[in-house]
């Protein structure tokens, strides 16, 4: 199945998120064919990552967003994290700090994102200043309505530079939500993560809605594409992603660097130290 297609919302044809699937499960026949494509899948990411970090002329930068519990943690532990620490970075966008809010809403973007041959994570991201800004009324309209071509331009400047980037939107359903909900309060473990916010937000379920619509409408470009991914089913998300992520790098095809030793020379200076470590 092409995942690419499947998910992707092609300038000109934003999907109601109303009417899009949240409990897809694809070409699966179960959870553990999806968990099983995802590992082979992750290792083929984890071989062409490499190819890139040694390449070190582009990068790749991997925005997720998402409704509290739609899995961005997990789809980073299961997947995304699964790459190279060397040459791969996850960032967390909280609420900005005072010295944050102090300067343009991309300053503290810029600084994340990928170098040449590096991977960024973007655990929420430059989106959240025309989703949650805007929901929540944080700065007047007049301000958070000029970001979408701000973030146009601003994302077109980095691939100007060589960064491919892909934008995934988590799509759970309200009901899946408060199941996670329900499962982190009965567990200990998961007691850290809860939040009174998280529930204040589930009234405002179709402003968000309508934000992120606004978001797929205005910022999803031919190169640097939103994707909504049906999160359910968590191992739906993590194929998925998955998939689309391993496509990108594959067509970005990077290459190992041409040799710059002589070959023959660093073979010879082998054989002399061998042949003196026999004595
Ligand atoms: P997460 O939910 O991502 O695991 P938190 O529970 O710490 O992490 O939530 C981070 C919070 O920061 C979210 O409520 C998010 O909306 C908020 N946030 C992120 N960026 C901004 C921003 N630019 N302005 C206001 N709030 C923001």
């Known amino acids: ?119 960024s994570v973007f655990n929420r991201s430059h989106y959240e200043d025309v989703l949650v800004v805007r929901v929540e009324d944080l700065v007047p309209k007049s301000v958070w309505s000029k970001r979408y071509d701000i973030i146009n331009h601003f994302e077109e400047g980095l691939m100007e530079r060589g960064t491919k980037i892909l934008k995934f939107y988590l799509h759970i359903s309200p009901e899946e939500q408060l199941s996670r909900f329900k499962k982190r309060l009965e567990n200990p473990d998961k007691h850290w993560k809860l939040n009174v916010g998280d529930y204040a937000a589930r009234d405002k379920w179709k402003d968000y809605r309508e934000a992120y619509e606004e978001v797929l409408d205005k910022c999803s470009t031919r190169d640097a594409p939103w994707f909504v991914i049906p999160a359910d089913h968590k191992w739906y998300r993590d194929a998925s992603v998955a998939s689309i992520v391993h496509d990108t790098l594959v067509k970005m095809d990077p290459q190992m660097p041409p040799v710059d030793v002589d070959l023959d020379e660093v073979r010879q200076l082998y054989e002399r130290e061998l042949n003196q470590q026999r004595g």
């Open 1 to 119: 199945m092409d995942f690419v297609k499947r998910h992707i919302v092609s300038p000109g044809k934003t999907p109601h998120l109303k009417t899009v699937e949240t409990d897809e499960s694809g070409p699966f026949k179960d959870k553990d064919a999806a968990k099983q494509f995802t590992a082979e899948t992750v290792d083929k990411i984890r071989d062409l990552q490499y190819r890139m970090f040694v390449e070190q002329k582009q990068s790749l930068l991997v925005v997720l967003q998402a409704p509290d519990a739609a899995g961005k943690d997990g789809l980073i532990r299961k997947v995304l994290g699964q790459m190279n620490p060397q040459g791969c970075r996850t960032y967390p966008f909280k609420v900005p700090s005072s010295s944050e809010r102090a300067h343009d809403f991309l300053w503290r973007i810029h600084k994340a994102t990928p170098a040449a041959g590096m991977v």
